[in-house]
């Protein structure tokens, strides 16, 4: 199980760092210019290998799982804190990309807000700042064999400790489907099997409506004009579940994310996971990897989850 760990959280970490250098560059402009290596600079003034809040935040969520074996949302919500008052599980010591919604949400928290109502609730609240750290939660009901009504109180638990609107939770609960069967069985048809099962597992909420376009048997022959890759969560997973379709590697699936422009990093992070699962760890390329800042520990992070979760009666 470890090595599929690595696969999720590497895939997901690398491809955040990726797409950092291109943030909110025009689509236009890559296409003259295509990202197509780990580069450094560009948008924020850091090196190669460096990983935005996308990263920050699904580490954060990863090691406090790690700790304790089971969901603590107010621990979660702490290491969000020193994350933004420290530069905690950054890089290099400093923070440099964060969400107004994922802000906002932590700072109520620590104002005294119960947590279960610090999470963005309204119809602008939106962004895919949930969906982008939700990978962690999703293995860990993967390893415990967690599933059913707890799984989705669960994912919309977390999901809602920044974003609570059931569109933002609804988005994160589809991505988990579709990863827990790519999971059981790493293979293309296993992405269209993992949408089917959240169409149904999803049905009652009317936030799911939302996002049939995923669920088109054709969604993969959309026209790249026809996707787009803001941050809104919508469009965030799309974007991603486009990519993984529509490529046939974990190099392709993560640049051909980086290089539709704007929310670069996330499109590309969040299908980065789901690509990580569906071609293993080896097939992330090794130089992005060696590249990636603190990745010792983020391979001791892994293990650490991995055995806890273990130990915990998986």
Do not use: Q
């Not at 599929?4 to 909110?24: N, R, S």
């Amino acid at each position: 199980m470890l090595e599929t760990v690595k696969a999720a959280i590497f895939g997901h970490a690398v491809a955040d760092a990726l797409g950092v250098p291109a943030e909110f560059r025009r689509r236009e402009d890559l296409k003259e210019h295509p990202i197509t290596d780990m580069v450094g600079f560009g948008t924020h003034p850091v090196p190669k290998g460096s990983w935005s809040d996308d990263a920050t935040m699904m580490l954060c969520t990863l090691e406090s799982l790690a700790e304790y074996g089971e969901v603590v949302l107010e621990d979660i919500m702490r290491r969000f804190g020193k994350w933004v008052d420290e530069g905690y599980m950054t890089p290099h010591g400093e923070l440099f990309d964060i969400g107004r919604t994922c802000l906002l949400a932590i700072r109520k928290f620590f104002s005294g807000t119960p947590i279960a109502e610090c999470g963005g609730a309204g119809e602008h609240d939106n962004g895919n700042g949930s969906l982008m750290r939700i990978i962690p939660l999703s293995l860990y009901h993967s390893i415990k064999g967690i599933s059913g009504e707890v799984a989705i109180d669960e994912i919309f638990a977390v999901s809602a400790l920044t974003h609570a609107h059931e569109r933002s939770c609804v988005a994160c609960g589809i991505y988990e489907t579709v990863l827990r069967a790519l999971l059981e069985c790493p293979s293309r048809e296993s992405i269209t099997e993992g949408l089917a099962k959240a169409k149904e597992r999803f049905e009652g909420f009317s936030e799911l409506a939302t996002y049939h376009r995923v669920f088109d048997a054709d969604f993969a022959k959309t026209e790249e004009a026809d996707i787009n890759s803001s941050g809104y969560v919508v469009d965030t997973l799309e974007a991603a579940l486009w990519c993984l379709l529509t490529t046939e590697n974990y190099r392709d699936c993560v640049l051909k994310a980086v290089n539709l422009g704007s929310d670069t990093d996330t499109t590309a992070a969040v299908a980065g996971g789901l690509a990580g699962i569906l071609y293993g760890f080896d097939a992330i390329p090794h130089e992005w990897v060696e590249s990636l800042a603190r990745k010792d520990e983020i391979s001791e992070m892994c293990a650490a989850f991995v055995e806890k979760c273990g130990k915990a009666g998986c």
